[in-house]
């Protein structure tokens, strides 16, 4: 059986990013999204990438972006893959010359199997919770039962993950990863390293059971 992978999203620090490397994580998000409480510049960001050891994904997480904008964060900081939280089309998405992933907020009609034709030129789709007015980021599941078992394509599971509810998730969904972000904080845009290591756990119990 494959290793659920994992993404730990917005990190703001080198200490945050070390500690989720220590932990197991396979890839790191960095959220440029100017309203969020985790949003990073791009010279951060590059000074992160360059602490990281080799074969850790370094995620870059846009908003219906301008795409010289996203070009301008390209052009400083070694990013390795794309990940689109919004309502980008998949011209939009493969316009950058690197891997993407595209993120879709689950409401009722939702048609992930559809979404997977689309959006051919993607890596995975991320399935995340939908709260109106908030793109992501927002804290909350949703119910997983309603994905299909054939998406088409990996799926990413992401949408108020937590140590606590992780090891579930994992089993009832057996997801391609996982991505977290507000749960394991300790507070807005700051991870804590122990919730960290315990949603890893988290991971390799669901992956085992
Ligand atoms: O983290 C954010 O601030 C954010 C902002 C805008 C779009 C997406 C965002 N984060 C992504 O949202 C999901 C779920 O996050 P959470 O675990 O429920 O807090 C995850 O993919 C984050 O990468």
Redesign the pocket.
Known sequence: MTRTRV?I??MRSVEDALAAVEAGADAL?F?F?PP????IDAALCRVICQALPPFVERVG?F?DEAPEQVRKVLSIAPLSLL?F?GDENAAYCESFSLPYIK?VRMKPGTDLIALAQTYSSAQAL?V??YMPG???????TFDWQVLPDNVGKPVIL????TPDNIDIAVRGVRPYAV?????VESAPGKKDAALISQFVQGVLRGDAS
Not at 36 to 39: D, E, F, M, P, V
Not at 134 to 140: A, D, E, K, S, V
Not at 179 to 183: A, E, I, L, N, R
């Open positions: 993404k999203c917005g998000g959220v999204y969020s409480k985790r949003a997480l908003v990940q939280h993120a991320l995340d919770a908030m793109p992501g980021g927002t804290g909350l992401a949408g108020g993950l991505d977290v972000s507000g749960g």
